[in-house]
């Protein structure tokens, strides 16, 4: 990008030195800060290269044009660097600005984000600082600014020459009808946005983290052996899968139950290179080959939907809350039923809505008190029977262990054994436990869940294929209006809207910080509120990528978002801050916008060519975690390109509008 439009190479080669300056800088923060190379801190250097280079390229292009008008190179490193210092330092602080807010992002994912937020913003504080010394320093030492002589660096420069004439002069006409176009800008806007309504929402996108969960539930009552004969079946059916590498599974239940009916596993996929077909696929198909199982139920959950969505792994999890627990089970029966028929949901269950049989021994007070058995010693027998409890100790050489005592099995496996215990009562007599208890067959909960001391089921279940997690939300939340009644409700631990709304409010405190920072920059309250027409055009671009690319709006789209706001900032801080130079040094304020915007549509092109090449490379990714990197990226690249487009005529036609007067400033003529 560098060689091209300025044609040097050793213009090119102080660009790039501002890369290992930034980035490894930041490698040494990131060292400072205990942080880790995961994906969230590698994401914003990845897309912090494209930014890093920006003030070095703002910085260098200035003082190439002044090499050009024939200045000596001491002399244009001198005049270039102080005349475009104070964009330098405004565009680098408005831009963090953006990012501090990040850190305030609750949950989860606030915590993977602030890796990432923390780790941009030092690269983007390193750039700024580099570009402010070293930059003007190697160029007053190395810097070549003669016209290039071959064919394509003239024809490349002829061009450029070409679409700078005609974007003065496009823009001199644009200008002439400023209200006309900023009223149009905003009706295209207003446009735009409302076809954000209909944009599908979720926590994150579907990943392909190469695992399945897996559950099995035989009918209550079945003994391991039954479940593991059948559990076996299915992993020699999974194995068989080409794209299966392992699978690891356990009988005996899951969840701290301990059921001889239960079980849990793992399948582990193979290396994506290596598979023909995705995650979603693969647990497709096992579903359906699961099927000819008999006497279990196999549940096959893709791991890859559940990310930020909740604490059980699943992509879809809410509470029935209520106060009477027969009528949650009865919510939930019905809840389950239309998940079911829509054919958006399967393998919608619920521990706590499971009954389990139990045999409960109930103390006949009446009898205890006649035959003169206490009620707490009743209790302690049994629990010691059936539990075990600790009878003494014993020394054994140098050691003393306790003397635990139980029933054996054998004689502890139906109320005919309990009946057939003894007990001493008061006058030392043995009384059959029979006589003074009463035995009652029941179906209880296998847990009782409370959420803020309110009774509760806790509900999970899958999601199909072409279902995203906010449409889920809202289907599930309206069939709960139409069947619940008063008292009872759905429960969401947080929903995406709800997150997306979070993070909204966090990008508008980071617009405030940016408009606070710009204000004290600008000493002005008019040219950050034009500087920051070129945001709307932004978050368009970005909206319209994601339409475009069929992705949804998650978290990693609303962070790509507000990296883009960041990033469109800096043309608009361009174009306004040489107006305002212009303009002090005694130009007319039409004059002076238009030179502005012809001398800064050089630069301004670099960054955006340098900031779309950043994002390519993770917008193309087609190795692991690309879901997540895709929709960050198109935003950027969107955003960016629609945003340069419209800045160009906008901000100056807003610029007119707003400062219509400035304040003059005596200027010390330089020789």
Known sequence: VCWMFLGSWTATFNVILAIPTSIVGAFIFMKLLGFTLNTFSLLGLTLAIGIVVDDAIIMLENIVRYGQMGWDRVNAAYKGSREITFAVIATSLALISLFVPITFLGGIEGKFFFEFAVTISIAIALSSIEALTLTPMRCSLVLDTKPGTSKFRKAFDDALDALSVFYAKSLSRVVEHKGLTLLMASALIALSLVGAKFMKTEFAPTQDTGSLRLLFVAPDGKSMAYTDERVRKFEAIAMKHPDVARVFVAVGGFGGGGQGNRGNGFVVLRDQKERKKGQIEVAQELRELSKSIDGIKIIINDRGRSAFSGGRGNAVEFTINGPDPQKQLELF???????????????????????????????????????????????????????????????????????????????????????????????????????????????????????????????????????VLGDAVKEIKTWAEKIFPEGYLVRFKQSPDEK???????????????????????????????????????????????LLGGFTLNVYSAIGIMLTMGIVKKNSILLVEFSNQLRDQGKESVNAVVEAARTRLRPILMTTAATLAAAVPPALALGPGAETRIPMALTVIGGVIVSTLFTLYVVPCAYLLLSRKRRKVLIEKEG
């Open 500 to 546: 997306l709304f979070e993070i909204a409010w966090i990008m508008i405190l980071g617009l405030i910080v940016a408009y606070m920072v710009l204000a004290s920059q600008f000493n002005s309250f008019v040219d950050p509120t034009v500087v920051f027409l070129a945001i709307p055009f932004g978050i368009v671009g970005s909206l319209f990528a994601l």
């Open 333 to 467: 029966n019905g809840l389950k039923d239309k998940m079911e028929e829509s054919k958006d949901f399967f393998s919608v269950r619920s521990d706590d809505a499971t009954l389990l049989p139990e045999l409960q021994i109930i103390p006949d007070r009446e009898k205890a008190l006649q035959t003169g058995v206490e009620v707490n010693e009743l209790a302690s027998l049994i629990n010691a029977a059936f539990s075990g409890a600790t009878a003494g100790k014993m020394t054994q050489g140098s050691r003393r262990n306790e003397i635990f005592v139980q029933m054996k099995e054998i004689d502890r496996e139906s109320k005919e054994d309990i009946s057939a215990l003894y007990i001493r009562n008061n006058h030392s007599e043995l009384v059959p436990v029979g006589n003074v208890v009463k035995f009652e067959n029941t179906r209880t909960p296998q847990y009782v869940y409370r959420e803020d001391r309110v009774r509760g089921i806790r509900v999970d279940g899958s999601l199909a294929p072409n279902v």
